[in-house]
């Protein structure tokens, strides 16, 4: 059995029902960081940042030897332009009426943090969303569910009615996509329910 404790560098409760998935052992110790975005940079550059970021924050404070991190890092695109959580509900209004009746990208960066150095996956899903009207998009704010989401919307949840078709890695628009979460543990040495650490 393996010797290397996980550290999930999140406070995501998405994240850790998705790690929980993949029958890992871990500890939530979250990044407080600065997420803003810089002028210039592109979105796929943001979330690997992004990510990396809370990879390091963390990781400072564990011995390399004996624990690994993970961290992710996930945003809502549309038009070159980075949705991130709503501030308030006049931009949450906002943000679904960009996104009503067309297509988005959802970008998620993961990077895991061990011995052997920082390794991240970059994942991209193409989420189309049908036509909203202004009472739909009211009533669903009104559940509270849009507001701690990329976006202004959670499609595990209530939003998901709204998305027509979607192309790619669904868990990676929840925020943490499972096939290249897993590759990244096993390939580092982290047990899962599918690979014994001694097996990675």
């Known amino acids: 059995m393996s010797a290397i404790r996980l550290i999930l560098a999140s406070a995501s409760p998405r994240r850790r029902e998705l790690l929980d ?66 501030q308030d509900r006049v931009d949450a209004l906002g943000m679904l009426a960009r996104l009503s009746g067309r297509r988005h990208a959802v970008l998620t960066a993961v990077c895991l943090w061990s011995a052997s150095g920082m390794h991240c996956e970059l994942v991209k899903t193409e989420v189309e969303f049908i036509v909203l009207g202004r009472d739909t998009c009211e009533a669903y704010l009104s559940t509270g569910e849009p507001w701690d989401k990329a ?50």
């Open 21 to 86: 998935q993949l029958g890992v052992r871990y500890t939530c110790d979250p990044a407080d960081i600065d997420e803003s975005q810089r002028a210039g940079e592109r979105p796929s550059d943001y979330v690997q940042r992004m990510a990396q970021e809370k990879v390091l924050a963390v990781a400072s404070r564990y011995p390399v030897s004996r624990y690994a991190v993970l961290a992710a890092d996930t945003s809502v695109v549309i038009d070159s332009t980075v949705l991130g959580k709503p």
């Open 151 to 200: 976006g202004a919307y959670g499609i595990q949840g209530l939003g998901g009615a709204f998305v027509r078709s979607i192309e790619g890695s669904y868990s990676n628009v929840v925020g943490l996509p499972l096939s290249e979460t897993w590759h990244l543990l096993s390939a580092n040495g982290i047990a899962t329910a599918l690979n014994t650490a001694e097996s990675a």
